[in-house]
């Protein structure tokens, strides 16, 4: 399987240097460049046409809003395969969120994620599922739960309601989706909950079955819908 080809677009040189040092260090992932504003982002994105580009939200020129929309509009427009954006900020406030996603980001984490998180959002974001920090996930629900009849993922509270009463999750289970949605890796459940990877990798496995989701995070808004973690 060929390495996923990844830039980096941050301002801060302390972040952006040991955003690179950390992921040049993982197996898979390939570092094609680094830019510290916008307008090098974007020359940078066009020249190397990377798999996925993490792009701060607060750059000083063009900032990563502007620079996700004008670079998916382009693509768009030339039909050209469309680098994944991975937006990654400090701010996790409704506007912030929900302008990303409005310009075309397709995924969002905050700067204080852990490295083993990161890699997790950027394979997911290049295997082309939508990565939320489960810390922004309550922000994404709370503002689909707002809107009339547009929810983040299909289906209501009361359908996943009644698919659990036929096929309830186990109290393991319940134990590894709070740490699903609390953010947690697998390697960081199997710690917690004193259980193997491979075991956590089943639960996880029943969860989405069982709550219909595709991903972890489209579980996570849906537990949080359904009340079962508050």
Not at 52 to 71: K, S, W
Not at 102 to 111: N, P, Q, R
């Amino acid at each position: 399987m060929s390495a996923i080809r990844i830039v980096i677009i941050e301002d801060h040189d302390l972040t952006r240097m040991g955003l690179k040092a950390a992921l040049q260090q993982r197996a898979g992932i390939e570092v094609l460049g680094v830019a510290p504003n916008g307008k090098q982002g974007i020359a940078l994105i066009n020249r190397v046409r990377p798999d996925v580009a993490i792009v701060d939200i607060g750059l000083p020129d063009v900032d990563g809003i502007e620079l996700t929309r004008q670079f998916k509009q382009e693509a768009e427009a030339n039909d050209l395969a469309a680098t994944k954006i991975l937006m990654l900020t400090m701010h996790d406030t409704e506007d912030a969120v929900m302008a990303a996603f409005a310009a075309g980001a397709d995924s969002y984490s905050v700067k204080d994620v852990d490295v083993d998180r990161l890699v997790e959002a950027i394979e997911l974001t290049h295997n082309g599922q939508v990565w939320i920090d489960p810390a922004i996930a309550r922000i994404v629900l709370q503002q689909a739960q707002k809107a009339t009849p547009a929810p983040v993922a299909a289906g209501s509270s009361a359908d996943y309601a009644q698919v659990l009463e036929m096929a309830p999750l186990t109290d393991r289970e319940l134990e590894v989706l709070e740490l699903i949605v609390a953010g947690h890796s697998n390697a960081s459940i199997s710690e917690a909950l004193y259980i193997t990877v491979g075991t956590v990798k089943t639960h996880v496995c029943n969860i989405l079955n069982k709550l219909s989701a595709s991903d972890r995070t489209q579980a996570a808004v849906r537990a949080l819908r359904t009340g079962l973690v508050k």
